[in-house]
Structures are given as structure tokens and as C-alpha cells.
């Protein structure tokens, strides 16, 4: 018991990823342990040890897909957020251009990718221009929103500083405006990496040959299980990696966000 608190302790005191790790192992041993009590039969619902089992035997087969999956997710993230962003600095400097264009931006958020990508698979072809295409797609809108949102939320008493200084809408843009945006940017920017990887799984759902998409839906056909939970795992190994490079990012980017909270 005392080995137990003293692992536990350490666990506590290594923080943002010690913690998690210790969630992880609870629910895994649970999990293995329900699916072991309950007899659930391997085919609805694999032990953990066997998909961690699956995972290291077919382990480069599964980083190739995930690869594939990634570089879709992040082309399309990175096209989205810097049209998105372009955007959203048009928006924040015209009303008219913003009440003209915003219902269709709310148009494309309310139309479900998975109805989009047959159409994109159209256009661009079951290569992986289209999975980039339904990743940026799905990325569009958080961007756009909190851009606007950021770009738009400037103190008045700074802004009317800045002009009593006579400086320039470029310098009012990048000194303040650019600057008070940052955390709201970043909010989107954290957002859309989730939903980067699930555009480009939906993508590689309605064709491909290579994903980790492709070798879930081939998975399920064949009721492989077992390869298709490691897939899964693999896909939110990738979606929280690339979370957390984001997050990372951002500590740096903004790192007087926290002295301002905690000042």
C-alpha cells in the first residue's frame, strides 16, 4: 500500500503528463478486466492487451497509414487557418463584406463533411488533394469565428492611444489588433487540430487506398477488431500529438498570457 501511494505521488507531482498516463492505466485495466469478467466475445470488443498486441505486430503498417492520415490532416489544417484567418482580418475590417459572406460560412459549418466528401472526391479525385480538401473544410469555421472575434476585441482606451500617435491602420493592425487576437487564434488553432484529423478520416471513408480511414472501414468489412481499435488508438495518438505541438506553441507565442493571469 505504501508502494503504492509513494508511485501515486510521483505520478501527482510530474503533472500535465504524469496524470494522464495514470487515467490511461486505470481505464485499461478496467477495460481488460470487464472485458475478461463479462466474456465479451473478442470480435465486438478486444482486450486492450490485444490491440496493444496488434499494434506492435503491425506496427509499421499501421505509422504508413497514420503518416498518410497526418499529412492530409495537416496540409488541409494549415490551408484552412490561413484562409480562415485572411478572412476573418476581412471581416473584422468590413461589415459589409462580413455580413455578406458570414451565412455562408455558417452554411458550410452546418452542412455535415461526411455529406461534402463524395462531392470533393468528385472534384479532386480519390488521391490525397481530396482528404486535404475535407480536412481544411472541417477546419474553416473555428478559424474564422474567433479571428473575428480576437481582431475585434481591442480596449478602446488602447486604440485611442494608438491614434492620438497618429499610427498607421498596418501599425494599429500588427501592435494591437494581431496581438489581442493571439489567444483567441490559438483557442481555434487547438480546436481545429482535432477535427483536421477526423475531415481527413471521413475523407479517406469515401475513397482511398492507403489512411488510417481505408484501413478502418477494410477492417470493419472483415470484422477485424482488433486491427481496427489499433487503428483508432493510432489516429488519437496522431490527433494528441498534434494537439499538444500546438499547445506548445502557443506557451510560446503568447507566453505574457499566463504572466497577465496570474499578475
Known amino acids: 500500500m505504501k508502494l503504492a ?3 501515486f505521488n510521483k505520478i501527482k507531482r510530474s503533472g500535465t503528463i504524469g496524470i494522464p498516463i495514470l487515467f490511461s492505466i486505470v481505464i ?27 499494434i506492435g505486430t503491425n506496427f509499421g503498417l499501421l505509422l504508413g497509414h497514420m503518416s498518410m492520415t497526418m499529412f492530409a ?13 485572411s478572412t476573418g482580418v476581412l471581416f473584422a475590417h468590413s461589415k459589409t463584406i462580413e455580413k455578406g ?12 463533411v461526411i455529406a461534402m466528401a463524395p462531392l ?76 483536421s484529423v477526423v475531415g481527413a478520416v471521413v475523407g479517406e471513408f469515401v475513397g482511398a487506398n492507403v489512411g488510417i480511414g481505408y484501413l478502418i472501414l477494410v477492417s470493419s468489412y472483415h470484422l477485424e477488431t482488433s486491427t481496427m481499435f489499433a487503428a483508432i488508438m493510432m489516429s ?8 499538444t505541438i500546438v499547445s506548445l506553441i502557443e506557451k510560446k507565442v503568447i507566453f505574457w498570457q499566463k504572466a497577465l493571469e496570474t499578475g
Open 5 to 7: 501511494l509513494q508511485f
Open 28 to 54: 485499461f485495466v478496467v477495460w481488460e478486466l470487464l472485458v475478461f469478467l463479462l466474456e465479451i466475445p473478442e470480435y465486438l470488443l478486444p482486450p486492450p492487451s490485444t490491440i496493444f498486441i496488434e
Open 73 to 85: 490532416a495537416i496540409s488541409g489544417y494549415l490551408l484552412a487557418n490561413a484562409i480562415g484567418f
Open 101 to 112: 459572406l458570414y451565412p455562408y460560412a455558417i452554411a458550410l459549418k452546418t452542412t455535415p
Open 120 to 195: 470533393l472526391i468528385l472534384w479532386f479525385g480519390t488521391d490525397i488533394e481530396s482528404k486535404i480538401a475535407t480536412a481544411a473544410l472541417i477546419c474553416f469555421f473555428p478559424i474564422i469565428v474567433n479571428s473575428v472575434k480576437g481582431l475585434t476585441s481591442v480596449d478602446k482606451d488602447s486604440l485611442d492611444l494608438f491614434k492620438s500617435y497618429s499610427a498607421s491602420k498596418w501599425q494599429i493592425f500588427t501592435k494591437l489588433r494581431l496581438r489581442t487576437s493571439l489567444p483567441y487564434v490559438f483557442s481555434a488553432l487547438k480546436i481545429s487540430t482535432g477535427l
Open 236 to 243: 488519437a495518438l496522431g490527433g494528441v500529438t498534434f494537439f
